[in-house]
């Protein structure tokens, strides 16, 4: 026979548990609020903020079909976005461009952009290569140590020789793999640029 003392004496040790779960569901409840909604977005990943951007899309566009890419390139990765150019603007016709294409002064990289770890460079692909002013423009840079991700635009020249003459002009650069995209490079590009993206560990 039970104690009648001890016949009704309440389990305080249930409602200690009761009591921790509580709490530590609370906290766990604070925990994901802090991680969801207060902190940046690169703290939330495990990133370090940088003052520099990791990703940097620089094109030369002629026609507005590389510049139509390069935007698209930078929309998807968040990326500043700068266009190299000669002093003296192309003209407007293809033909007069191509005979134009010779060493031209341009307008260094802008010291903002020097520090980022990957160049997306677009191109269009001229009689099979990039054309002198982007060439002469890499030569001048060199992006020692850097990443840099060729992309061309075309109408059934793929990437011609694009890679490997932006390699032979930045000799201490990684040239990754290229991605052709075919004329007129409109809004449809985003499938294949993200593909690309991810095989190179471009992903912003």
């Known amino acids: 026979m039970k104690d009648p003392r001890t016949a009704f004496r309440p389990n305080h040790s249930n409602g200690v548990r009761r009591t921790l779960i509580k709490r530590s569901l609370a906290a766990g409840a604070l925990f994901f609020t802090l991680s969801s909604t207060s902190l940046p977005l690169w703290a939330a990943a495990g990133r370090t903020k940088r003052a520099s951007p990791r990703i940097v899309v620089l094109y030369f566009s002629a026609t507005g ?51 980022a770890d990957i160049y997306i460079i677009g191109s269009p692909v001229w009689s099979g290569t990039m054309p002198a002013v982007l060439a002469d423009f890499l030569r001048s840079e060199g992006f020692a140590g850097k990443s840099i991700l060729p992309f061309t635009t075309h109408m059934g020249s793929n990437l011609g020789d694009i890679p490997e003459a932006m390699a ?3 000799p201490q650069a990684q040239v990754a793999p290229g991605l052709a995209l075919r004329a007129p ?20």
Not at 90 to 98: L, S
Not at 188 to 194: G, H, K, L, N, S
């Open 185 to 204: 490079a409109d809004d449809t590009i985003r499938p294949e640029v993200a593909f690309w993206l991810k095989q190179t560990d471009a992903r912003p």
């Open 65 to 115: 079909t590389t510049k139509r890419a390069a935007e698209t390139i930078a929309r998807m990765t968040g990326a500043p976005i700068w266009r190299i150019e000669p002093e003296v603007p192309y003209p407007d016709k293809m033909r007069a461009v191509a005979d134009k294409v010779k060493a031209d002064e341009k307008a260094p990289l802008p010291e903002a952009l020097r520090n």
């Open 168 to 170: 032979a002009a930045c």
